[in-house]
């Protein structure tokens, strides 16, 4: 467990850096035009580490896990693009709790379809670090509106990363031809790529990647985002190889600390007495279940 450790803690790291570029790119260009930037450059880092690798001929035995690759992709797409339309419609705190959600999806799947079994503490746990991911982003409750249009889209974008990142553990444990990391974010990367040229062509967005030009701020922040969205499919599948998915998502909850404190350092953010608390919250609840997920997976070898 505790070499698994370290890429499991570096996760919301690099995915609450990744937030926070991409949220400034959005600010200039339109969704499917930073999108199309972002896996583009993510393309050309993947590419350039699997040749490396010496990995790029993999590529090409991907055809007994299309079907399965290409539902990857879709999500891929659609948890992006809803992700987005929320973050331009809603406020950026709400869409990161929000988002968070994905970890009572996650949950639920785990427990209806892969009938994993959750204690009380599993679930007590879950849920108080979600609690403290909404008093460290200060969401008022008292007026949280669900139901408006910006957090619907937050809300299927979570539901889609959830489903997703089954799918990607599905591919890797296939019984017969199972994927390597590198050949399932390629693929990934590439056919969402692909959707997003399609739908900034329908949507006539392509013409603002030539706003790049003479914008520094905004081509070091897709340029920062291309680098995130190619360590988050470097860590992320790492992490969904070797830990439970659920395990994975409650740790990601720790990422709306990374984005406080990276606007604390960045744009000097204040942190409040509720948000400080709300941080204690969340690295109390990540720290029981490490400990207890740990102990779990030392019982085995104690009998």
Request: net charge positive.
């Amino acid at each position: 467990m505790r070499a698994r450790l370290v890429p499991l803690l570096a996760l919301p790291v690099i995915w609450g850096g990744y937030y926070v570029a991409s949220h400034e790119a959005l600010a200039v260009m339109s969704v499917f035009s930073v999108g199309i930037v972002i896996r583009a450059l993510t393309l050309v880092l993947l590419t350039a580490l699997m040749a490396a690798r010496g990995e790029l001929k993999s590529l090409l035995q991907a055809r007994y896990v299309w079907k399965w690759l290409a539902m990857i992709g879709l999500m891929g797409f659609l948890l992006d693009t809803t992700a987005f339309i929320g973050l331009q419609l809603s406020p950026a705190g709400i869409g990161t709790a929000l988002l968070k959600c994905d970890v009572l999806f996650v949950n639920l799947i785990s427990v209806l379809v892969y009938k994993e079994r959750f204690t009380a503490l599993d679930w007590g746990l879950s849920l108080v670090m979600l609690l403290g991911v909404f008093l460290v982003l200060e969401i008022d409750f008292a007026h949280l509106d669900l139901f408006n249009v910006g957090n619907v889209f937050f809300i299927l974008s979570a539901l889609f990363v959830s489903i997703n990142a089954f799918l990607i553990k599905e591919v890797q444990h296939h019984p017969t031809h199972p994927a390597g990391d590198g050949t399932i974010a390629y693929y990934n990367n590439l056919i969402t790529l692909v959707l997003f040229s399609l739908a900034a062509l329908v949507t006539r967005q392509v013409g603002e990647v030539g706003r790049i030009a003479g914008n520094g701020g905004l081509a070091l922040a897709l340029l920062l985002s291309g680098v995130g969205q190619t360590l988050i499919y470097i860590v992320y599948y790492y992490d969904l190889r070797h830990e439970p998915v659920w395990l994975v998502k409650v740790i990601l909850l720790l990422m709306p600390l990374v984005a406080a404190v990276l606007g604390l350092l960045l744009f000097g953010d204040g942190m409040s007495a509720v948000q400080m608390a709300g941080f204690a919250i969340v690295l109390t609840g990540a720290l029981f279940i490490l400990l207890t997920h740990s102990r779990r997976q030392a019982q085995p070898s104690k009998r």
